[in-house]
Nanobody, 118 residues
């Protein structure tokens, strides 16, 4: 039973911080590339950040570089997204995603709402 459950979203003022969590179960977490996507109203779903299985490699979309940080804890089967210096344009539903080319899967969480507004 594969599960990806996001949490930590909410309302925050511009310049504030928020930490998203994704709890995973039912698959080989340590060998999965984990990603955070987001989708704002009227826009396409966008890849925000990714992290390799060991956590040794990360990547970010240009708009969040220097502000967001992705991390993972394989012992807890969890991935996190620390979001600092938040801007109104960061407002979106954020989704946790697990992918593996070797095992041929692509799993999604239900999403968590992040709203940045004064």
């Amino acid at each position: 039973q594969v599960q990806l459950v996001e949490s930590g979203g909410g309302l925050v003022q511009p310049g504030g911080s928020l930490r998203l969590s994704c709890a995973a179960s039912g698959f080989t977490f340590s060998r999965s590339v984990m990603r955070w996507y987001r989708q704002a109203p009227g826009k396409e779903r966008e890849l925000v950040a990714g992290i390799s299985g060991t956590g040794g490699n990360t990547n970010y979309v240009d708009s969040v570089k220097g502000r967001f940080r992705i991390s993972r804890d394989n012992a807890k089967s969890a991935v996190y997204l620390q979001m600092n210096s938040l801007k109104p344009e960061d407002t979106a539903v954020y989704y946790c995603n697990a992918v593996s080319s070797i095992y041929q899967y692509n799993y999604w969480g239900q999403g968590t709402q992040v709203t940045v507004s004064s």
